[in-house]
């Protein structure tokens, strides 16, 4: 049985138009990631590149301006995610700029305080098992280990101690 393969037809406006909203239909992402994905289509399947690249530009704005596509939005709830899932402010907003929203939306869309970043740092210790949920018998033996988890995700110090319920006399 041979696969099923789409048509090769070069590229026509409408069939940009219907990509990018299939394409929204199942994700959603930032402007940047959408032009990218929508270039990499114009790419491949080729027609009048000036023409759809203009055309893809226009389609961008129209989508910002409906709101189908939102930069704040997708950084909000992105970070809202990462954050649950024990993410660290910094390396939420790295993750943020990876994906193409700017630094001034990414900054913003994540908290700037030390409770928040306790809580994130505290459900990375959860979900890793690390520190008191670890059994007592490797506790002492990880600790370094436990330190080293916390500071590649993006912690500070401070944070991290009272994230695994460390006394602050305890001889790191």
């Known amino acids: ?7 090769q037809k070069p590229l026509e406006l409408a069939d ?14 930032s402007v940047q990631k959408l032009r990218t994905h929508l270039r990499q289509l114009i790419r491949r399947r080729g027609g009048d590149a000036a023409e759809l690249e203009r055309h893809l530009e226009v389609l961008l704005e129209r989508y910002r301006a409906s709101g189908l596509l939102n930069d704040e939005r997708f950084a909000e709830n992105l970070s ?9 402010r910094r390396a939420i907003v790295q993750k943020l700029r990876q994906r193409g929203i700017t630094s001034g939306v ?14 994130a740092a505290r459900a990375f210790v ?8 670890r059994p007592e018998a490797e506790r002492l033996e990880n600790r370094r280990r436990d330190l080293a988890a916390l500071a590649r995700t993006g912690f500070d110090h401070e944070t991290a101690i ?6 602050r006399d ?3």
């Not at 990414?106 to 809580?119: C, K």
């Not at 959860?126 to 949920?133: I, N």
């Open 1 to 7: 049985m041979t696969p099923k393969t789409r048509s």
């Open 170 to 172: 305890d001889d790191f």
């Open 16 to 29: 940009l138009e219907a990509a990018a909203l299939r394409y929204l239909n199942r994700f959603d992402c």
């Open 106 to 119: 990414a900054e913003a869309s994540v908290p700037r305080s030390p409770g928040a970043e306790l809580e």
């Open 126 to 133: 959860r979900r890793r098992r690390l520190g008191p949920y």
């Open 162 to 167: 009272r994230a695994l319920g460390y006394g």
């Open 80 to 88: 809202e995610r990462l954050k649950a899932r024990g993410g660290s």
